[in-house]
């Protein structure tokens, strides 16, 4: 099953609730963006944010963490109402660790993989991970070109999983339009963080609408 994140890191920020609201009726979830100025140049949001958020949608939220030692915060996090927490196996000493320690939290444990880390990084986490997201873009920016070798790591990744017998969801963000979430699918993806093609768009849930008819149909072409 495919499933779209939007991310409203290319959100208006003076207007989020209601652009939340413009993909509320056919998104599966939101992707928010957290970063640090650290881990990646720009900074963008935290907990406080999240919970004001939350109010306004049950849609489960995605957090991806962008940070530097995601371990001190992942509890505000949770408690902000996250679903799902994600954190970059470059980021933190003790992956194993703090994997299990977000799914103690009651929230999904994701791992992120930059466009240069080997997958095999996850590879004696992978059985741990509910989400795997392989970032098809250097972090840090909105609106970048995705990077086409990034979609041989999600078969990687996919093959991997097959092997150990387990199915985590397999997300990809960055420069996701039509006319690569086609190929992504095929490789094995089933989630899709897209920002600037869903809220650049006139209307942002005909834009969903788009990028899960493109990707199912990669989906079914990989079948």
């Known amino acids: ?28 979830m939101i992707h928010i963006d957290v970063m640090d100025g ?8 935290g907990p406080p ?10 849609l489960p939220f995605d957090v ?6 995601p371990e001190d915060h992942i509890a505000a996090f949770a408690d902000a109402g996250a679903n799902v927490i994600t954190v970059h196996a470059e980021a933190t000493r003790h992956l194993h660790r703090l994997l299990l320690r977000i ?21 004696n986490v992978i059985d741990i991970a509910d989400l795997v997201l392989i970032m098809t873009v250097d972090p840090g920016f909105g609106g970048q070109a995705m990077i086409s ?20 969801d397999i997300e ?5 339009t039509p006319g690569t979430v086609g ?24 834009a969903v609408r788009e990028l899960r008819s493109a990707a199912e149909a990669g989906a079914l072409a990989r079948e």
């Open 49 to 58: 944010v999240i919970r004001s958020i939350r109010k306004t949608t049950d």
């Open 103 to 123: 799914r103690s939290l009651g929230v999904g444990a994701g791992v992120a993989l930059n466009p240069a880390t080997p997958v095999s990084a996850i590879e």
């Open 64 to 69: 991806h963490l962008m940070i530097d030692r």
């Open 38 to 45: 650290s881990f990646v140049p720009n900074i963008t949001i």
């Open 172 to 176: 990809v963000d960055g420069g996701m």
């Open 183 to 206: 190929e992504a699918a095929r490789a094995g993806a089933n989630t899709i963080v897209a920002g600037s093609f869903v809220f650049g768009a006139a209307d942002a849930s005909e």
């Open 1 to 28: 099953m495919i499933k779209i994140a939007p991310s409203i890191l290319s959100a208006d920020f003076a207007n989020l609730a209601r652009d939340i609201s413009r993909v509320a009726g056919c998104a599966d």
């Open 149 to 168: 070798r990034s979609l041989g790591r999600v078969v990687q990744v996919a093959e991997m999983a097959r092997t150990i017998g387990v199915s985590p």
